[in-house]
């Protein structure tokens, strides 16, 4: 018999659930993982949340939140189902609780916080999974796209082999760069780096929608279980003055571009090209195979970026619904 309950708590079957759907994978564990931490900032901050499990007898094949941000925002995440027939009574439980909450709208999913996995899959080469890459399958996107979004922000990840390109269309910003003073450096991980980034990070992305902040406690456990020895991070500086940053992780033979940020007044000057050579220059200094771009958004501020030679490999999708 199908029932649907609702708790404060997350069902105890979930990971389980997560293990059966995607199989004990390297990348599965590391997505429960992230998906624990998600759970552990909430409870932290004491962010009020409402678990709905979907339940054949005993036995949980659906799983749900409701991540109440404010009187009129909140997330749904920690989603998932083994029987797509089931989810318009899933997800018609969540939206009946969010408007009794008379919140007016919602954005997911997303696993605890933006910091945390979010976005799912909506497009999918074979390209094996990189690190703290959100899994879903392409079933779920179809059925959060079916139930009329107010807004889909579309992101991909993408990759290049060959850095010729990028390094030469890059390359005059660095010129332009010295002239105005600017430099780049690459610096090792420490906490006082990583208050730096912190601190830029809450100045340029706490305007994005769907922004979480954290406290700078919260900030370095995200990276607590980061191997320091893989971490490549550039910092840019105006007069000793940080005003930019690129954290970037090795894998292997590979290095994934995580993120790039700009102080904005410092922002269409360039400085993103002239980080963008850096860290190509490192690649093929380091006689590296692959650059992968990950989880970027397709409207981001880049523009003029030479994109001919890479591969998109994986597409995803983040939504709105508003409730007023």
């Keep these: 018999m199908i029932s649907i309950s609702k708790s404060d708590?997350?069902?105890?079957?979930?990971f389980e659930l997560i293990q059966k759907i995607y199989g004990n994978t390297?990348?599965?564990?590391?997505?429960?993982?992230?998906?624990?931490?998600?759970?552990?900032?909430?409870?932290?901050?004491k962010i009020s949340t409402v678990y709905f499990h979907l339940l054949d007898g005993d036995i949980l094949i659906g799983h749900i939140g409701l991540i109440c941000l404010s009187k009129d925002d909140a997330?749904?995440?920690?989603?998932?189902?083994t029987d797509a027939s089931h989810f318009q009574e899933l997800w018609k439980a969540l939206l009946e609780e969010a408007k009794l909450k008379e919140l007016k709208q919602i954005f997911g999913p997303v696993n605890g916080t933006v910091w945390h996995p979010y976005r799912l899959i909506s497009e999918s080469g074979s390209e094996p999974y990189f690190f703290q890459e959100p899994i879903s399958t392409e079933e779920y996107f179809n059925l959060f796209a079916k139930s009329s979004p107010s807004v889909k922000i579309d992101y991909h990840s993408a990759y290049r082999t060959n850095f010729?390109?990028?390094?030469?269309?890059?390359?005059?910003?660095?010129?332009t760069l010295h002239k105005?003073?600017?430099k780049i450096v690459r610096e090792g991980f420490s906490s006082a780096l990583l208050k730096e980034i912190y601190d830029?990070?809450?100045?340029?992305?706490?305007?994005?929608?769907?922004?979480?902040?954290?406290?700078?406690?919260d900030f370095l456990n995200l990276y607590s279980n980061v191997d320091k020895t893989k971490a490549v991070i550039f910092k840019v500086l105006h007069q000793n003055k940080s005003i930019g940053f690129s954290y970037n992780l090795l894998d292997g033979n590979t290095l994934i571009m995580k993120t790039i940020g700009l102080l904005s007044e410092w922002q269409e000057k360039g400085i993103g090209n002239a980080l963008?050579?850096?860290?190509?220059q490192f690649a093929s200094n380091n006689q590296l195979q692959k650059v992968i771009y990950a989880l970027i958004r397709i409207d981001n501020r880049v523009k003029h970026f030479p994109k001919d030679d890479t591969v998109i490999f994986r597409k995803y999708a983040a939504f709105s619904f508003n409730l007023s």
């Excluded at 997330?75 to 189902?81: I, K, N, Q, R, T």
């Excluded at 010729?164 to 005059?172: E, G, H, P, V, W």
């Excluded at 305007?207 to 979480?212: E, R, S, W």
């Excluded at 963008?276 to 190509?280: D, L, T, Y």
Aim: hydrophobic fraction near 40%.
């Design 75 to 81: 997330y749904f995440g920690f989603f998932e189902l």
């Design 26 to 45: 390297a990348q599965c564990q590391r997505y429960v993982n992230d998906s624990r931490e998600g759970m552990n900032m909430l409870l932290a901050n």
């Design 9 to 14: 708590i997350v069902h105890h079957q979930y």
């Design 200 to 217: 830029m990070s809450v100045s340029i992305f706490s305007i994005n929608p769907g922004y979480f902040h954290l406290s700078f406690s």
């Design 276 to 280: 963008v050579h850096e860290v190509h």
């Design 180 to 182: 105005d003073g600017i």
């Design 164 to 175: 010729d390109i990028i390094l030469s269309a890059t390359n005059s910003s660095l010129d």
